[in-house]
T-cell receptor, first 115, second 112 residues
Framework: DTGVSQNPRHKITKRGQNVTFRCDPI?????LYWYRQTLGQGPEFLTY????????KSRLLSDRFSAERPKGSFSTLEIQRTEQGDSAMYLC?????????????FGQGTRLTVV | AQTVTQSQPEMSVQEAETVTLSCTYD???????LFWYKQPPSRQMILVIR??????QNATENRFSVNFQKAAKSFSLKISDSQLGDAAMYFC?????????FGDGTTLTVKP
């Protein structure tokens, strides 16, 4: 297992375009998290899944953002009609939530630049 | 809502010395977990140490230890015998009922 994988690593897009990011968690992990991180700040929680169920969404996740985890494995995060303020690092993390909570393992992130 | 505050945007330490990074949090939950993560420049975030709130004993991982004061809602990280490779941004994180909250981080510089 190579850990949490995120693709693409970098994405440059024009304002108004749609973008989609993918996250492949560690295979046996049932929880998957999405965060957004801007320069000099801590990760901001966006949403998380337990298996295929999306259990919580942050108010930061406007109606332009949508996340899916259709089969309880990989997840996608789509941003529609991108804005310059969407430029950030998007982090995915996974964990195994059975009994005591273990830590979340992070991917390397997808850096989005909206021009 | 839970909040996590790291009051030290930047800290520096001499190699081989000890440094303590501060973290306070606010929550109404009684069962939760606290973590310190390290994020080197342009690299992914990795776990340094974790603490279960129901455990009174402070967690220790080699040169890293925490001072967990539940009543004061304080969770500081002590790095002993600092090494050049410890230079990074350190984030304190809270995990309650599913959702996690991170502080804004402390940038640690290690001077040779």
């Amino acid at each position: 297992d190579t850990g949490v994988s995120q693709n693409p690593r970098h994405k440059i897009t024009k304002r108004g375009q749609n973008v989609t990011f993918r996250c492949d968690p560690i295979s046996e992990h049932n929880r998957l998290y999405w965060y957004r991180q801007t320069l000099g700040q801590g990760p901001e929680f966006l949403t998380y899944f337990q298996n295929e169920a999306q259990l919580e969404k942050s108010r930061l996740l406007s109606d332009r953002f949508s996340a899916e985890r259709p089969k309880g494995s990989f997840s996608t995060l789509e941003i529609q009609r991108t804005e310059q303020g969407d430029s950030a690092m998007y982090l995915c993390a996974s964990s195994l939530a059975v009994g005591p909570v273990t830590e979340a393992f992070f991917g390397q992130g997808t850096r989005l630049t909206v021009v | 809502a839970q909040t996590v505050t790291q009051s030290q945007p930047e800290m520096s330490v001499q190699e081989a010395e000890t440094v303590t990074l501060s973290c306070t949090y606010d929550t109404s939950e009684s069962d939760y977990y606290l973590f310190w993560y390290k994020q080197p420049p342009s690299r992914q975030m990795i776990l340094v140490i974790r603490q279960e709130a129901y455990k009174q004993q402070n967690a220790t991982e080699n040169r890293f230890s925490v001072n967990f004061q539940k009543a004061a809602k304080s969770f500081s990280l002590k790095i002993s015998d600092s090494q050049l490779g410890d230079a990074a941004m350190y984030f304190c994180a809270y995990l309650g009922a599913g959702k996690s909250t991170f502080g804004d981080g402390t940038t640690l510089t290690v001077k040779p």
